[in-house]
Structures are given as structure tokens and as C-alpha cells.
């Protein structure tokens, strides 16, 4: 969310921000919150001259009444009646006009970075850098839900009849491969510095809206009926929302945390849940990362984050590329975003694993995350990042690791988090 002294000030540079975004209909709704926010400001100064007034005419009352001028002083208590009925009529449209510049601003997208290219949509994300080399054996990959089920290690039928489309088991080795996974990303985070986290599964509406955007909570967040509580679509969510509404003492920043969780997704708008597949789903399992930092390191800590997951999918043996994401894939609280992605030997391409993100003050702003400096308080800047996301991640990790018998060979880094396997059979 932006401040509105900045949109105030920046009109022009608000409008050119939402045309690079290609959110042309968002256009009047800059000068919509610039005529809401010429009209709070005329309230607050009308409000602060009555009650100026008021206070000025009820000492006079005082001395009038002494004074015997009964006539007088009665006059002077009706203005002072008129001037409270007005800054009661004002102080219920003030309360409005806030709550619509609010809404207003919680659709307003955030400015991006200069260094973002421009493009409409994910097809004009922009190849950044390979890291390993890419390769298509000799023999056929079979789909990755064919080769857990050689193991016995994946049911999607008795799945689908406990929880629908979606919804998988994992069993046996494919079932422990999921956590050491997610085991050694954990340790693999805490060797880099970051301080391990199990966070809440559910946050309250404040932290939601807080975190992200209306259209990706509606596209995303299961509610809990009855309460103000949605299951997490992502450990970002509670552990963003833990700084909410709290002044951070600057010489204790960065906070550097890796947060474990499940994570629930409606997947609504999406291009469908596959039914043989782990790739889409409505529940999965996630190492993440978030920092809360100073506005001035938030671009030196969003270039570590993405490193990083180029780096623990590398000591895999797992290929992966990053992309740049354009202007008109970043989500409206993102300044800027960078998605990793791994190398599918199968479908002989690329598809992501990870998404990288800086948002700026923005959720800051929205959670009032403020930090206490030297030359006053400021608001932090916020950043996510996934380490890793099974069973999505398995898909690459067996297409990579597959032998031509049908055997999966466990890289070096993961064997202690097996029982010391060097390989896991088929069945």
C-alpha cells in the first residue's frame, strides 16, 4: 500500500506505474483518492477551527454568565450546541471518507522497481541466468506420478475419495524422500543464519489483508466458517503477521527467518487441479524464508534469498534457471520478483519451483511494522522467498535423480536425512 502523500505528490507516477502493470482500469481510482483525500483534509481543518471556536466561546460563556448577560451567554451556548452537532456530522464523515481512501489504497499497486522489465504477463518474464547443465537422457521419464507409484509411494484415487481432486498420499520411500527434503532445507537454512520457525497454520483477516492483496486472497485463502481465521496459503502469511503493529529496534534488524508449514490453497482461477499429478494441488508442504530488514539492504538481502534456492536445489544435482518476472506479473504489493525454476529432463523445459519477492514497505505499511532509528521511526521492508515446496519439488528431484533401471539415486547432501540410501528401489 502507498502512502498517500506520495500519491498526493506523485500522481503522474502512480498512473504511469498502473499502465506499466497493465491495470488500466485502476487509472480513476487515483483521482478518486485524491478527491477523497482533498476532502478528509478540508474535515480535519474545519473539525480543528470549531473546536477552536468551541473552546474559545465556552470560556466566554463564564464571564458573560458573571457578568449578568444571561441573553448574551445563552446565545454563546448555542453556537457552542451548533459547532458540537457540525464536528459530530464531520467526525462520522471523516470516519467514511478514511474507510473509502482505504479501500481505494489497498487496490492502488505498489511502484515497482526501475529495473523491472515491462510485459503483460508471465510469457514475457525474462530468462536471467542457467545454473547446471540441463539434460535429456537416453531413455523415457515417465510422468512423475507413474514414478512414485513404482516405488508404491503415491495414491491419488483413495485421495480423491477422502478429500477430492487435489488431495494425494504420499507412502514408503517417496513419503520419507518428502521429509528429508524438507528436513535438510530446514538445516540448510539454519546454516546460512536463519532462525528456524514453526509458525500458526491460520491468521486473522488483519493479517491477510495485511500480507497480500484482495484478488490473490479471494483466488487463494480457505476461510474457516464462523470465525476470522483462513488457513495460510503460504508461512509468509503468519510470519510477516508476527512484527504486526510493533515498533522493531533498529539495531536488531535484519530478522532472517526459515519457517516450515503446511499450506492450503484454493487454487481458484488457476488452470485446473490435476487429478494424476502433485504439480497443482490444495495442500503441500513448505520450507520458506522471510527477512524484515532497512529500506536500504532490502535489494542486497532480495539478491541472497533467490541465491540461496539456486544453491539448495544445485547441492541436489537439479538444474534450474532464474526468471525475472515482468511488471505485469507482479502481484500488486511487489516491487519487485524473481522465480526459480528447475529443469524437467521429461517435458524438456523448465517450470517453477520457487518465487522470489521484495515488497517494499508495503505490507509494513499495512501491518504498521515500524522500526525505531536514530533519526526516528521508519518502516521496515519485508521479503519472502521459497526454499523449497514438495511434493512439487519431487517431480524434478525424481526426473533428475532417475536411473535408466528405475531406480532414483539420492544425492550426496540428502543421505543422512534417508538412513545413509544411496538409492531408493522400485517395488
Excluded at 470560556?59 to 451548533?82: D, H, P, R, S, T
Excluded at 540441463?134 to 515417465?142: K, N
Aim: aromatic share 8%; hydrophobic share 35%.
Amino acid at each position: 500500500m502507498l502512502d498517500i502523500k506520495f500519491v498526493r505528490e506523485n500522481p503522474e507516477i502512480v498512473k504511469q506505474n498502473i499502465r506499466n502493470k497493465f491495470q488500466d482500469s485502476k487509472l480513476e481510482l487515483v483521482d478518486q483518492v485524491l478527491e477523497l483525500d482533498k476532502e478528509n483534509r478540508a474535515i480535519k481543518q474545519e473539525v480543528e477551527a470549531l473546536r477552536a471556536s468551541r473552546n474559545k466561546i465556552s470560556k466566554q460563556i463564564g464571564a458573560l454568565m458573571a457578568q449578568g448577560k444571561k441573553e448574551e451567554a445563552e446565545a454563546a451556548k448555542q453556537e457552542v450546541n451548533a459547532n458540537s452537532k457540525r464536528m459530530t456530522e464531520l467526525d462520522a464523515r471523516e470516519k467514511e471518507v478514511e474507510e473509502k481512501i482505504r479501500e481505494i489504497m489497498l487496490v492502488i499497486p505498489n511502484i515497482i522497481d526501475p529495473s523491472v522489465p515491462i510485459g503483460k504477463d508471465d510469457s514475457e518474464n525474462v530468462e536471467v541466468k542457467r545454473y547446471g547443465e540441463p539434460v535429456v537422457p537416453d531413455f523415457e521419464i515417465p510422468y512423475h506420478t507413474d514414478i512414485m507409484e513404482r516405488f508404491n509411494g503415491v495414491d491419488m484415487d483413495a485421495a480423491g475419495r477422502v478429500a477430492g481432486n487435489g488431495f494425494y498420499y504420499l507412502m514408503g520411500d517417496i513419503a520419507r524422500l518428502h521429509s528429508a527434503v524438507l528436513s535438510y532445507a530446514r538445516d540448510f537454512m539454519i546454516g546460512r543464519g536463519f532462525t528456524y520457525c514453526i509458525p500458526p497454520y491460520m491468521s486473522r483477516s488483519t493479517v491477510v489483508t495485511g500480507v497480500m492483496s484482495f484478488a490473490e486472497m479471494d483466488a487463494m485463502m480457505y476461510k474457516i466458517e464462523g470465525e476470522d481465521l483462513y488457513l495460510i496459503g503460504t508461512s509468509e502469511h503468519s510470519m510477516i503477521g508476527k512484527f504486526i503493529d510493533s515498533i522493531l529496534p533498529e539495531e536488531k534488524l535484519p530478522y532472517t527467518l526459515t519457517s516450515y508449514s503446511p499450506c492450503f490453497r484454493k487454487e481458484k482461477g488457476a488452470h485446473g487441479i490435476e487429478e494424476r499429478g502433485v504439480y497443482r494441488i490444495h495442500q503441500f508442504e513448505k520450507q520458506e524464508m522471510i527477512v524484515v530488514c532497512k529500506p536500504e539492504e532490502s535489494m542486497m538481502w532480495f539478491d541472497r534469498l533467490w541465491q540461496n534456492t539456486v544453491d539448495f536445489f544445485r547441492t541436489l544435482d537439479i538444474p534450474v534457471r532464474t526468471l525475472e518476472c515482468c511488471s505485469g506479473d507482479l502481484a500488486d504489493l511487489k516491487v519487485k520478483s524473481v522465480d526459480v525454476e528447475a529443469w524437467s529432463p521429461r517435458q524438456k523445459k523448465y517450470f517453477e519451483v520457487g518465487s522470489c519477492s521484495n515488497l517494499g514497505d508495503a505490507q509494513a505499511r499495512r501491518l504498521k511494522i515500524r522500526v525505531n532509528g536514530k533519526n526516528g521511526k521508519y518502516l521496515a521492508h519485508t521479503l519472502n522467498n521459497t526454499v523449497v515446496a514438495p511434493p512439487r519439488m519431487l517431480i524434478a528431484f525424481l526426473e533428475n535423480n532417475l536411473n535408466r533401471d528405475g531406480s532414483v539415486r539420492i544425492p550426496e547432501a540428502l543421505r543422512p536425512y534417508m538412513g545413509g540410501m544411496e538409492l531408493i528401489q522400485p517395488k
